[in-house]
């Protein structure tokens, strides 16, 4: 059971349900940009002697070459491999002797660096992150084991895992011309296809200032930090190669697409992917805030309804991929054993469909307005939290402030909004299902 | 003058470029910056108070956000569930079910109103909302808490959930390997192992959940738990307020045994099919308590082996050398009653026993080397930084504070903890791992593909891969025994195996004398002497401590009875009958025919690298007994029996005959025999034996 569960957060924790942000007191920040382009936000809280040293590169899976897919994530694994300075190896080693965490992840749009130090080492975490933005250094040994480390990831998180392959499989059904058609853990074969040249190309694309957005949030002094960040970036080149970023528009299908994939795991899973507007736009808010209504708490109604009413599910809810580019939302469900899939996919059309005809009481606005107040209280509870989310909304939007401000506009979502939105993006002809079943050996 | 001006142009154009590139040079890149001056770890505050009703409070006290958490927390002996196992598993989310005012919509619609969470577990529960919710918060725990309806309904609901989940665990290697584990480490008589199946789910009723709530939700063994927003005054009154009337009870105590380490290194599979990966553990129990000495010490050891450091050995070894995995760790987990040491790594097929090989490697390494200084130095860095950061969310000062309270650790355990981590040496590390750490007595266990069986074997002592299932049970290959050999041949070897059948049949009488360890650490002295003279046959136990009889058992061919602490009662019916065939003949194996049994022989099986020969006998509503003879010594291992009956369910009962001996008078006595049936243990040790011992026949009276 516990697992399943984990299974269901994992699949959640990668929707971002209301991006985390505000709390009741704002949070302050100094933001600026260096000549080479490089934007910097500082962040000061002394509340513990911890700082958070960040870089958001704006480069993930949606920027791959098709024939090279994999390429973002496999490249966050080779710039932990050393620099000029950094012998291979000690890249971890030094946070680790100054106490300090440090770990990567790569998303269809951004890949994310970050060091967490006790605050008297802000200068070693510059230093390293300076580095790594500099001159990385990429050999051929890091490349090879690191090929098959990744490798191992994928089997231990996709292949070995129970609905591992889910995502992938329902993002491959939803697109058909656009890079999110793939996820960022990519090809093996691509990868094995790689050249050093490849990945110096990669680096001299992507991994230059003035597509990265250095985040730091702590037990800091401002202007020491602002002197201390010019010191270690102000002399590293700005990038001369034009950077790649998808213009394609996936087309607005006009006929579900229905699918089965037969695999290893016992229990049906049911997935409805419908596609939704980029993040920040007003209508995604919309979406996001109908997606509570149906799935925010035990009260929440695909819960009420599929799981505890009707008893034909472990698990029902609905949940958007929030992405750059128009991306999706997902409604699913986790089949209880002896139930047919189509018998909850039913049940969750039925609470879809009240969600197009009937506005949400005036009691249930006010329970999403509370829910609302009491997440955003609770988002931005940590230096890394705080340091990430500044860099999200600066490299999405271009406004950092959104860290303080989003929440409103949630909140100015009213009744008719979410009902217009269920109608518009709720659409059965626009929709992917999939089926994950058993297959009988 | 042109040239004038070049040369000036020359010297202005230095002077304009020496600042900046003396500037750039501050940048020393091939050295990390020097650290500043460390700053100063501060440690949050926590308050302890108690309510009359023995409630224990703990706030925390922090305005950072606007939010209140508020934590129950039990504290009892472990749990023993026996055939409702999983019962644990669904009692928090039913008591979560609905109240006796509320059913489950009603509630669950309060509680997301406030924009608050309200969670339950066997060991308590957990609400939190924003300040300005805290009475509603409350009153909804506080209900809760004292009428949960627990509702018939709810309960079927969470039991079909819960038999899905089963169902779809069965493919989830991650799954398998932590119930293969938990049963091979504590075995599934112990709390810490028991597997839920299909089966003790149905026997779930609501009454089993009504009476854990009533037993063990005390306020007289929990803390409440108050983080936030808040100050303790306050706090206090609130928790008086809403848990002041709830009523202080009596809770039961057991004590558990601490299960041992396997004997020898066994190599267990779970075969899946379709695995790409190997989920792979090296496992056994540690006896360290979290006040242990040795505790900060095994730590640090952990941590240079395999802790969540990247340098730590395991993974700058399989990952960042070998690239056999994406990951690969080890965890030191102390516990109050039993601890445990795990080495682990999903690593593909193909590097499945090479990966082992590295782990052993890696575990000896740390046992047989000293560590180098910068290791040392590097693992306490880092360990400090992990303490320091931990302290960023205010939980953690409350977790101090209850950790000191339930585990009995000093009052100063985490102000002075940078310090004793500062203290530990190379030596101390050497010597926990030396004295913790048994790789000759260690499970290495694996869920994947089958086809890595032949690799693994030169893992285990007896050259042996044992197989399991899903649940934890192994997977028993059993063939047809060689043609001649029957069920009389069985026991006959048997028989002329211990001494002969002649010889044994001819006893008069045998006394043996010795002790008998029962679970909870208590000894007794153990008395059995039988006569097998025609007309006068008898045989009598005593279990006694110190000099007192605790347990009698008498059993004659005219009747029998039992005295345990207190009225004597007659042993009749099946159970006399049982007894009779059993104490009053040295060779009853082979005389079936007085109590009607039918035989079988159902053949050969492997079970952890021996073969057995597989007797069953049998008597419908009265025994149902199957017994193992090691086919090499042809002696009787061991037996299994099982008995139904309504209150109990399915029994069943093991006895394993270990380590035959021959203390002289040509006939082998097993000198261990070790019963289990359900949770209960209990090994009977020989000390002495006599045959043909004078008998004073008054031992048999049954008046």
Redesign the interface.
Known sequence: ????LSCIAFFTAITSLLAQTA??TSINFTEFDLNNGLHVILHEDH????VAVTVMYHVGSKNEDPSRTGMAHFFEHLLFEGS??IER?EF???V???????NANTSQDRTFYYE?????????G??LE??RM?HAKIQQIGI??????V???K???V????YGTMIAETMDACYDVHPYQWTPIGSMEHLDAATHADFMDFYNTFYVPNNATLSIAG?LNIDEAKSLVR??FS?IPKGTKAIPRPTVTEPTRTEERRSIVYG????PVVIQAYPIPAQGTPDYYAVDMLNQVLS?????RLN?AV??EK?LA?YCGAFSFGLEDPGVTFAFAM???GVEPSEVEDAMNEEIEKMKTDLISD?EL??LK??????F??SN???AGIAEELANYHTYFGDANLINTEIDRYLAITPEDIKRAANTYYNANSRATIYFLYEE? | MKLLNYIFLAVLMAGLLLPSTSL?S??D?????????????ELGESTLLSLPNGLQIIVVENH????VSWTLSLEYSPIFEGNKAGML?LFGELMRSGTENKP??EL??E??????HISVNPKGMRGS??TKHTNELLSLMSEVLFSPSFPEKEL??LR????????????????IS?VLTRVLKYGEAHPYGEVTTSKSLDLLTREDFVTFHKTYFKPNIAYLIVVGDIDPNTAYAKANTFFGAWKRGDIPYKRWDSPARPQTTRTCLVPL?????S?IKLTHVVSMPPNSDDAIAASVMNSILGG????GRLM?NL???K?????ARSIFKTDPLVGSFTAYA???NEVTDSSIVEFLYEIRRIMDEPVDSASL??TK??M???F??S???PTTAARFALNIERYNLPKDYYSTYLEKLSAVTIEDVQRVAKNYIRPDQIFITCVGNESVIESLKKFSTNGVVELYDAYGQPLIERTAASAGVTVESVINDHYNAIGGVNTISKLKGVARTGSIEMGGGMTLNFVHTANYKKGRRGAHTSFSISGQEVVTNVVTDNGGYSVQMGPRSPTEGNELAIAQWEELDPTYLLNTSDLGLKTELLGVEQLNGKSYHVVKLHKEGVINLTCYFDKMSKMLSSTKAITESENEGTMVVTTKYNNYLDLGDGILFPMEVITTAGTQRMAIRIGSVTINPDIDLTLFNLN
């Open positions: 059971m516990k697992y399943l709390t009741s509340s513990t002697p911890i000029e300075n190896g971890d080693h030094y680790e002797n100054a106490g300090g965490v440090l967490l130090l006790p605050s008297n080492q802000l200068e070693l510059l230093w300076s580095e500099l090879d084991t690191q090929n098959e480390v490798k191992e990831e089997r231990q998180r292949d070995n895992r129970p037990d010191k270690y002399s290893k795991d016992r229990l925010t708490g035990s009260s929440s009420k799981v505890d008893q472990l089949v209880n054993m009691r006010q329970k509370n829910q609302i107040e009491s997440q209280v609770s509870s940590t230096m050996k | 750039l501050q940048v890149r091939s050295q990390a910056p020097e650290a500043g001056p460390a700053p100063l770890i950072r956000l606007p939010k598993d489950k919509p669950d619609e509680i997301d109103f406030l924009g608050a909302s924003l079927n609901r079909t959930q819960a038999l899905s989940g089963l169902l779809a665990s069965e493919s989830s290697p991650s799954e932590s099919e379709g695995s790409v990966q989920v969540g450091a990247f340098s700058q990952r960042e050398d690239a056999f995995t994406y990951g999903d690593v593909r130095a590097v860095n880092y400090t930084g992990s320091a950061r302290l960023e969310r």
